[in-house]
């Protein structure tokens, strides 16, 4: 037997045959009920989660006692005091009505302590500067005493007594601050004030104390971990998040896709979207250095160290992508200008049917509404955590009590539930777009006038794909969904072994992460073949896979050869979209939303993210349009051979049989 037998016969045309199916029944129907089953079960737990949590947990900070500021959650009512002040380096801390700000920087005879203010003679502030809550509901909490916190009335060594402690302890000077995500960060001026009077000499390392009291990102105590602190960024920025990752994309993507269904203006929008992509990361790269040099030089410091280094490295980080995208786009030069015909032929079937550049936006929009709930629904989950009291023994006989948030395993498997209903629902609407389109376009091309086809195949094909198909979209992106799993899985397993310092597990795992990235690339290839010959015959998923499989095989060089070449356009416009939009981002939530996120790298990687997800949507109409157009083609011509009944036009016979042996030849050189 000869491999072209297990290849299958060449298609032959049904005697009725006149495009795509009108005989369909509802296919892979056990795909949507699972599909249905997941949404109901992420509802579910949304609600519970809403019930039981409160994402104000993961926003708010929580003080000593475990009290969230500026809420009503806890013991005591702290609408009034929205803001953490800390009192020692183990995150703990009292909610105040305002963070102070003081014209001499500070009063060492003033302390903050976890029951109040304790003053001494020579203090000059009042009550009014620094508006504690009321802690006295709590018969444990530590008091100062002249003993304990301010000896001899010598302010040296009130900074080594059993309530200073060195910033280890429950009552701590009053100093001048400014307010980061309602948490009181020390200045640097009221540092340098503070250290002349209770460290003349330099005996004690009081920069590192009161350093580690301030800085935002060593949170572990108080619970506030990555993930934590990621999800009250994506909350805090939300609306900006919708706004600037979806409404931007779909407006850029909408008019980008006009242009390039205009055969004279094609060629321009893909070379000065080369252009101004390289632009775009190196003047991002120049502005985000330029902002860290800014902030550095600051007086008053108004950003913490980590988020200058943030802001360093991801200037570096830039310069060395556009640095790799230009040589990415110089050895795709070739290819590019070769790909320009296969959008030029796609261009001429979505030049009949208009309505289908709409269609990415109806996927935008279901992606958006998914993506809101979705949002609240983790914000909550991550808020289910637990409470924790830690008895710190900073002096034998004295404890520190520190509050902390925890995360349960089963918080832990709802996230990773979570990121699975992330993963297939994101498929799954890219599978039913690539329905549709396959659909409304095999319609124009096995139709002998093709000027009679118009925006209504499109309205059909969407309620074709919707009622007979949902299954088969289903089946498709579920395989997706379960390998993009396995690869966070890996993904976590990297982390963990970058944290063990193994060299030969983070080897092993990373060529593991490149297998599953190769499978994953070819089921997406494999998936997209097979829905057009569902949108063509009307076959189930597995059916069209193995079709599509044969038929591909049977005619590799062509398929191949053009299918390599027509990503260029595609991937420029993607990257054109995402790299503007990421862009006007960053300016955007710096400008709006500096002093009230952790980093605005989470939000400006779920923007990047949804803007990639959004400009693959407006150039998956053009993909799609190739690809369909190519399997109609070869499906064509073995049905119809070279006779006249074919329904291809001269001009698309002589395009695939020269670009199909040309970038044989060329494509993969160049």
Known sequence: ?????????????????????????????????????????????????????????????????????GTSKGQVDMTDYPYLYYVNDFSGGVCVKECPQLENLTDPKTLVTYSGLYQVDGSYITSDDIAIADYSYNNDTLACTETLCYPNDDPEESFTSYGVNMGKGFAYYAMDTYELMWRCVFTDEARDSLDAVVNPNNENNLTSVIGAMSDQNEQIKEGYSIWSNLYSDLWVARYFILGLGFGAPLVIGFVYSIFLRIPMVLPFMVWFSVAATIAIVFGGAYYAGELAAEWENADPPMYTEDNIKVAQYGSYALYAFGGILVIVFLFMRKRIQLAMGCVKEASKAILRLPLIILFPVIQALGFAAFMTVWTVFCANIASMGEFKTEQIDTIPGLFISVRYFVFSDFIKQCGWFMLFCFFWSGQFIIAMGEIIFAMSISKWYFARDKKKIGSSAVISSIATSIWYHTGTAAFGSLIIAIIQMIRAAIAYLQKKADEMDSSLAKSILCCLQC??????????????????QTAIFGSSFCKSAKEAYCLIMRNAARIIAITYVSGGVVFVGKMFITTLTTGAAYLVLDQELRDELYSNIGPLFFIALSAWFISGMFMGVFDMGIATILQCFVADEEMYGDSQSMYAEGSLKNWVEDHGKSSEKRGCMD
């Not at 070819?522 to 057009?532: C, D, R, T, V």
């Open 1 to 69: 037997m000869s491999a072209n037998d297990d290849l299958g016969d060449k298609l032959s045309a049904p005697p009725d045959f006149n495009g795509p199916t009108s005989k369909r029944h509802m296919t892979d129907i056990l795909c949507t009920v699972l599909l249905w089953c997941m949404w109901i079960a992420m509802t579910g737990l949304g609600i519970y989660a809403m019930q039981q949590g409160d994402y104000r947990l993961i926003l708010y900070p929580l003080d000593y006692d475990g009290n969230l500021c």
């Open 515 to 532: 297998v599953v990235f190769c499978f994953e690339k070819m089921f997406k290839f494999l998936n997209k073949n097979a829905y057009i």
